[in-house]
């Protein structure tokens, strides 16, 4: 961590518990800043030991500021953006802690000015209950934290992130932003929605007096994330919804198909089918994944991070090759104006080379492309 102070905007259970894990590191130095749309919420923060001072001024909460972590719920990511544009640090890295992550790259992109980088952030980790109250500094503990990086991010920036997820004792996970939210509508999106449901489902029954008194830890473990915060699930609704419906067709799909081994009375199918579910839970509890590496020669942590950034500094390359030539042209049409005709330089040939190649390029890719989709589609 390099930045001398780090803004938490949002100081609820996600923003308070990181302000808990970085000041519980002791980390020399470090100032952390934190603001909140109500005040209350922020001074409580300041009083559990989760910031170093609380400031009600957006603007002055964010100035200086190394890293500004939005910690808001996901529909209002974007206004907080557009609200802190303006007064942000040049050079400043601007992430977020929210559950999906498409939209808000998007917004990043629209909103925060050039001279800063975003990376998108998610911790998969949080509680069913929201609030300061809640936070915890061991919160992320052995999580993952989703590290999603935009094209033009800087090194520092990515690094900047990895620190903070490193900080707080979360685990990195580099992923892109559409797989990201396909995965997380699986894991993490489909789960609250099937705790809400079954809650709803039950609660609603006529029976529910009789019921209601025979409910105990069953029951309550299913239906724990019902208790979750109603905005922040229609913001993932919101900003999610194709790939949770995806989720949710396949989830209607394997409760017709359990249904169907009841009707049928098929017990041993039944039987094998608790089984292996109960088999391969034991596993996942008990051997936690790890992402495979791909095939081919072993490539350490390090040198997959530099090839991550290195994808980043080709795009952002690119991206000035092309605009190389008509800044040339721009210098050569001024310089004509003003004395006359004159040839082209041996830099000015480079650069209309570079286009051409680059255009070149680009026909090939789409050619290969419309090829493919034409084998697919006979």
Request: charged share 25%; hydrophobic share 40%; net charge negative.
């Amino acid at each position: 961590m390099t930045t001398k102070r780090i803004t938490i905007i949002g100081t609820g259970l996600i923003g308070g518990s990181i302000g808990l894990a970085l000041k519980a590191r002791a980390l020399a130095g470090l100032e952390i800043v934190g603001h909140d749309k109500d005040r209350g919420v922020a001074n409580q923060a300041e009083k559990l030991g989760a910031l170093d001072r609380a400031e009600h001024n957006l603007p002055d909460a964010i100035s200086g500021a190394g890293m500004v972590i939005i910690a808001v719920p996901v529909l209002s990511v974007r206004e907080v953006m557009e609200q802190i544009a303006p007064d942000l640090t040049e050079g400043a890295v601007v992430t977020d802690t929210t559950s999906t992550k498409a939209h808000v790259m998007q917004w990043a992109k629209e909103t925060l000015p050039s001279h800063v980088s975003f990376v998108g952030g998610h911790p998969m980790a949080g509680k069913e209950t929201p609030g300061i109250e809640q936070a915890d500094a061991a919160l992320f503990r052995e999580k993952s934290y989703c590290v999603c990086p935009s094209v033009d991010a800087s090194e520092a920036a990515i690094k900047g992130v990895l620190g903070l997820a490193g900080a707080v004792g979360a685990e990195p996970l580099f992923i892109d932003a559409a797989e990201h939210d396909v995965y997380a509508a699986a894991v993490s999106h489909l789960p609250l929605m099937v705790s809400t449901a079954l809650f709803s489902l039950v609660r609603g029954s006529p029976a529910w007096p009789d019921m209601g008194l025979m409910a105990s830890s069953g029951f309550l473990d299913a239906t724990r994330l019902a208790s979750g915060d109603p905005a922040m699930s229609h913001g993932i609704w919101a900003t999610n919804r194709e790939a949770v419906i995806h989720w949710l067709e396949r989830m209607a799909a394997e409760l017709t198909r359990y249904r169907d081994l009841l009707q049928d009375a098929q017990d041993e199918p039944l039987l094998e089918t608790f089984a292996r579910a109960q088999l391969d839970r034991e596993v996942f509890l008990t051997q936690p994944l790890r992402r495979e590496k791909e095939a081919g020669p072993t490539v350490d942590s390090g040198q997959a991070f530099l090839s991550l950034l290195v994808g980043g500094m080709m795009a952002k390359n690119l991206q000035r090759a092309r605009e190389l030539p008509d800044l040339m042209r721009q210098k050569r049409d001024l310089e004509t104006a003003e004395g006359g005709t004159r040839k082209l330089t041996m830099g000015e040939k480079i650069a209309e080379d570079v286009r051409r190649d680059l255009d070149r390029l680009e026909k090939k890719r789409a050619e290969k492309t419309q090829e493919e989709s034409s084998r697919e589609e006979s």
